[in-house]
């Protein structure tokens, strides 16, 4: 296990009696499955920006080890910073002084919404009896959440890799409820190789002894060894081979440790802090689901349905979602424009890290006819 991990814990979910941390709770019923089970009692968490005029919604949709915690401090009840605060906040590109905006953490998540460390209806920790998702059923809980909260139809829908894949099926079976679409590295369908990276990384933590068929939680130990495994195997994924060579090459760390494996087990140590191994389970399983051509008569036909104004973006050094899965959104969903190319040395995580350039894709998207030529007479001003 890497070093900085706390062997005391058993999962770096957020439980029941944490400090809220602003979090809002919305409970939804029960929810039928596309598996044709029935999850009882849901409950999404969320956090909102700004103040809802009636037509100013702004959803956006984080990746897989992302939560409600777009904008703010790390504190009581959120152990990071908000993991996308250089675009979303007061006066920034997604200006919450402006838009209505909301995220909610994921169905199977960790971090206040229904998933494998929630209580189920007898009060015990799901666990390894927490129900296989998919995207689509992820949707349509944030679906329900929206009817609660009277939204009709957002100005814009924004996702970034698992988020984009929420995204994207937002737009097409809702697409009334869409006005605007932003997708940022992601795919119409998990690829083959997405799906051998996620089984691999799956196995490292059913193969953790203290895996107990996942139901650790009110155990001693929880699969924390396997959870930093399966980080480290996809943080390769999220970076570029450029930049993994710019910055580490061969070097050693004082103890001699490749530093490129002690980087590796920082993230590691970081992810099995703040992340519940049942959650990553669940949700990477739900991810290799996605496929919004499935029972809509393939991906062609599904995109067609899309009626928001969309704009595609792609890491040009994203090895794990690359530039030609966008391409194929971007082809394929009706005046989506030409495909966005970030430039970005980090590969997949580009997405969080570019804030600069997806910024500006989010204001342009956003921003209504007269105030997007304003903005591009400043952006050629500029060059
Ligand atoms: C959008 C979503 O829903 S998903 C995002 C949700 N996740 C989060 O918000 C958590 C924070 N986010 C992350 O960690 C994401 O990976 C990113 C993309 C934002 C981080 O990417 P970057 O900013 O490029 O950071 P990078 O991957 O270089 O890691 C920097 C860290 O590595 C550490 N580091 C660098 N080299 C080494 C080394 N050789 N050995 C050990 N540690 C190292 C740095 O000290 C730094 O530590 P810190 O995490 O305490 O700041
Ligand atoms: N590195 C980010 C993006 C993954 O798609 C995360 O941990 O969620």
Request: charged share 20%; hydrophobic share 40%.
């Amino acid at each position: 296990m890497a070093p900085g991990i706390d062997p005391s814990l058993v999962t770096g979910a957020w439980r029941e009696g944490d400090p809220p941390g602003g979090r809002l709770f919305a409970d939804l019923g029960d929810l039928t499955l596309d598996s044709g089970a029935t999850l009882p009692d849901v409950r999404l968490a969320y956090e909102t920006w700004g103040t809802f005029d009636g037509s100013n919604a702004v959803l956006v949709l984080h990746a897989l080890t992302g939560d409600s915690h777009v904008v703010g401090e790390a504190g009581p009840g959120h152990p990071t910073d908000g993991w996308w605060g250089s675009v979303v906040g007061p006066g920034r590109p997604i200006d919450t002084d402006r838009w209505f905006v909301v995220a909610a953490n994921i169905l199977g998540g960790c971090q206040g919404s229904t998933g494998p460390a929630s209580l189920d209806p007898d009060g015990l920790p799901w666990g390894g009896s927490f129900p296989a998702l998919t995207v689509r059923d992820q949707v349509r809980a944030e679906v329900a959440l929206a009817d609660r909260m009277g939204i009709d139809r957002w100005h814009a829908v924004i996702g970034g890799s698992a988020g984009g894949m929420r995204a994207v099926e937002w737009a097409v079976e809702h697409p009334d409820r869409v006005e605007r679409l932003m997708l940022l590295a992601t795919s119409a369908a998990a690829s083959a190789e997405q799906i051998a990276l996620s089984r691999t990384q799956v196995a490292a933590i059913q193969t953790d002894p203290a895996w107990f068929d996942g139901d650790y939680y009110d155990g001693p130990v929880g699969p924390l060894a396997g959870l930093d495994l399966a980080r480290r195997i996809a943080h390769i994924a999220y970076r570029s081979e450029t930049e993994l060579q710019q910055r580490f090459g061969r070097a050693t760390e004082m103890d001699g440790t490749w530093s490129v494996d002690s980087y590796l087990q920082h993230h590691g140590a970081k992810l099995v802090s703040r992340f519940d191994a049942g959650s990553y389970v669940v949700l990477t399983s739900a991810m290799d689901t996605h496929d919004v051509g499935r029972d809509r008569g393939g991906i062609a036909s599904a995109l067609s349905r899309v009626t928001a104004r969309t704009v595609v973006a792609g890491i040009d050094s994203d090895r794990l979602y690359p530039l030609h899965q966008q391409q194929e959104l971007a082809d394929l969903i009706p005046g989506a424009g030409p495909l966005a190319v970030v430039t970005s040395v980090h590969g997949h995580d580009g997405f969080l890290v570019e804030a600069e350039q997806v910024g500006e894709l989010a204001r342009d998207l956003l921003a209504d006819p007269v105030e997007r030529q304003y903005i591009r007479r400043e952006a050629s001003a500029a060059e």
